[in-house]
Every structure is written in structure tokens, then in C-alpha cells.
């Protein structure tokens, strides 16, 4: 018999997705299942949500939730057991789940995800007439209240919280303590205060009785100064309980002997065609160097400045850029530039899947330059796709390439290319490196091979994450 937990995030594949967030929250239920653990998942009632529901069972309701009627529905949706809260004050807008549409965050957004907190501590609390969770496992700030609001009422169910990413506390002025229904006495350095604001992820790190992140190498940095956003002393004092667990990536989805948006293949030389096909796609001028792509957010946490900055060392030695992107103008405006400019560079400015597959089976290498990288997955796809990753050496970027340096290469076990973060003349030398690899072909393949035998699945995270339910349920 399968234990029950319940998982509660803002993002869940293939339902909504923003970033990796989604990947691993929609991954988790399926990867749990084969260790015993039986998850629900709750999201937030957004329209497109409410839109891929067929049927639906209500489980509860309440006449007010933060400024409007909300109800609970469960549902069955590409193999997931949901809950869905609907609340069309909160949920229903145009938009993407976080703006509005002119790009600001929606005003509300505390009170927004701290009422998915509050009803994940109705149903840890017995809310739902015939289940109730053993363990709650939260994702973020947006559903970091959730062990504050179960503390507040002595819900004594345990509650692990997930860091994705630091960078995003969920900030709200103090004058909002009342509105999202926190206690005032709780609003003190120690506990839900971060400089004169509350935070939602401050209170959750308080207050969760395990604390997780995404690599062990994001764990470790997250109680530094560098990496830890403010929040480095409230992790240290959680160190007892804080674990990193290395994501995994969604294999049923990416892989290339079975992906029907690509050429199938099951190795290196299969990729041929698709390398044909990616440089006509992206209107490249084949070249003698690597094909090398970028899939990501355009934000300044990924690096892709530097990478504008280092690309020409690159284009010099017969190398091609790819990029598929959206994010902020001021690097959007910079690469498609850059794009125009040479004939070399590709890019597409906007979010597509299909095209992101495409890619990474085209692509000889993939870049990952970030400053800081909580797991990261566009390098365990390129691992996967034998695409060799060139990353910084930071969070999970750290944890998943092996850099071809001597000793891995005489081992024969290297995977790709690390280069120090926050560095572009370090960017540069190490695309040097990568375009002095890819002239040797036998090394190459080598890299490829060993890629694409390197485990990116979610097997070792689930057996880490059940771990880690039964201390807590025990
Ligand atoms: P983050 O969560 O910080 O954005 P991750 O590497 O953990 O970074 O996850 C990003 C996910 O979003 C990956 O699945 C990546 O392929 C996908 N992605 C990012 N940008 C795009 C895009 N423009 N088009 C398609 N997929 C994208």
C-alpha cells in the first residue's frame, strides 16, 4: 500500500510551466510512485489550468479565501492526482501566472499563493472528508506559508520545503501582516521578517521541519554571502536539516531513441540529420566548429551577457550559436543584434518546446553559463542527447558535468567542459577548449558517449526524496 503525501507548488508540467520548477514538480508524482509514496498535487486554479480539467469533483469549499468564494476540486490530468484551487479573484487573469500583462508582478501575489498555503494547511489539518497527507512537501515561497499557517493552528503534520531557486523570496510590505493572515508577533528578525518586509520563504524556512534544494552543490552555496540572497544565515541554522538532491530530468520525455520531435537516434552519429536540419532551421552558415545552443530564460542569473561577450572568440575559430530565448529586452535586443549581424548565430526569441528538442538532438554542444545554477536541466538534456554541456561550475552544473580536464580524459569518464561563473574571459578560454575537443573526434565521441550513459534520470532523487518522507512521517 502506497503512503500519501501531498505536494503543493505554483508550476506543474504539462500544465504550466514557467521553468524547471514545473519539470520536477510534474515528474515527482510518477517517480515517487515506484518508491511507495502515493503524491497529490495543488495547484493554483489558473484559467489554463481550469481549462484542461474534463472531470472534476468538488471537495471542498469556502465562502471567502482572501477576497472571494473559492472551491477545491480534485481531478485526473496527464497522470496526475490534482487538486485544483478555484478561485477565480485570485486565478483567473490574463496575463502569465505572475504579471499582468504589461509585465509588472500582479500586486496581490502574496495574498494570490499565501491562500494555496493556507488551503494546503486545510487539508494537512483533515479538510477533505476521506484523505489526509502523511507528509506535505512544499515548492518555493509561493507555497512556503504552509507549514507557518499548520504551525499557527498546531497542525502537526511535517512539512519539507524545496528551494528551487533563492532568488525569489515572495516579499510583501509588513502593512499586508493582517491581510494574509500572520500572526504579528511572529514579525521579528527570527522568524518572518527580511529587512522591515515579510517573506514568504524566510517564514518557511523557519518553520518546515525539513528543509531541501537542487544539487548538494546549491545546498552548500546557499550559506554563503555569494549565493545565499540574504537568506545564508537562516539556512545555516537550518544545516542539520538541509539536503541537496540533484534533480533528475523527465526521460519518458527526453530521450533521443524515442523523441517524436526529432530524427530518432541511439548514437552520437545519428545526429547527423538533425544537425542538417537545426542549421536550415535556424538559417546557420555551416562552419568547422561546434554547433553550440542556448535554451533559456534571458535573465541576468544565466550569464548570457557574458556569453554576448565571449561568443566572438567562438565565431573567430568556426563556431555557431543557436539561441532560443525570452526574457528581459535588454538581452533579447542583444542577441537578436548579434544574430543579424553574423551569419554564424541563430537566434529565436520566444518559448517553444518542440524546438527546444529539436536542438539539443541537432546541436554538438550546449552552453550553460550562468552565475548561479540551483540544479539546472538544459545540461542533463544535453548530457542525454549527446550533446556535450560546456556550464559554469556552480549548483547542480557542478554536480552533473565532468569537466574534461587530464585526469577525467586519461580515465576516459569526462562529460563536458566547466568554466569558472561570473568570468567571461574564463568563458572564453574554456569555448577555446571546447573547439580544441571537438577537433578531435575520437575524444569527442568519447565525450558523447559517456553523456549519454550518465544517469539524469529521477531514480536516485526519488529514492533521496523517500528517504527523507519516511524520517519525517516516522
Ligand atoms: P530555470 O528553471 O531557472 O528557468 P532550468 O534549466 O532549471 O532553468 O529549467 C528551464 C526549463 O525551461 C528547461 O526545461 C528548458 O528547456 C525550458 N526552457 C527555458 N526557456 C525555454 C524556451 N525559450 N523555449 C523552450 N523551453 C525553454
Redesign the pocket.
Known sequence: MSRAALSVASEC?PLV????????VGALPAAMKAQGWALRTLLPGYSTVMAALDRTTEVWHAAELFGGPARLLAARAAGLDLLVLDAPHLYDRDGTIYLTPTGFDWPDNPERFAALSMVAAEIAGGALPDWRPEVVHVHDWQAALTPTYMKARSIDVPVLLTV??IAFHGLAPSGRLEALHLQRIRFNSEELEFYSQISALKAGLVDADAVST?SPTYARELMTPRFGMGLEGVIASRAADLRGIL?G?DTGVWSPETDDAIAPYSAPSGKAPNREMLLAEFGIEPGPGPLCIV?????G??GLDLLLDAAPRLLAMGGMIAL????EKGLEGGWRDLGERSPAVGV??????G??HRM?AGADAVL?P?RF???????M?GLRYGTVPLVARTG?LADTVIDANEAALRAGVATGVLVEPDDAQALGAGLERLVALYAQPKLWQRMQRNGMAHPVGWEIAAAEYAAVYAGLAS
Not at 374 to 379: I, M, N, R, S, Y
Open positions: 508540467v510551466k514557467t521553468g524547471g520548477l514545473a519539470d520536477v528551487h531557486n537542487v534533480n530530468i535554451v533559456s530564460r534571458l535573465t542569473q544565466k532560443l530565448g525570452t526574457g529565436h526569441i520566444g518559448y517553444d518546446e524546438m527546444s539539443f550553460v550562468s545554477e540551483p540544479c539546472g536541466l538544459t545540461q538534456y547542480g
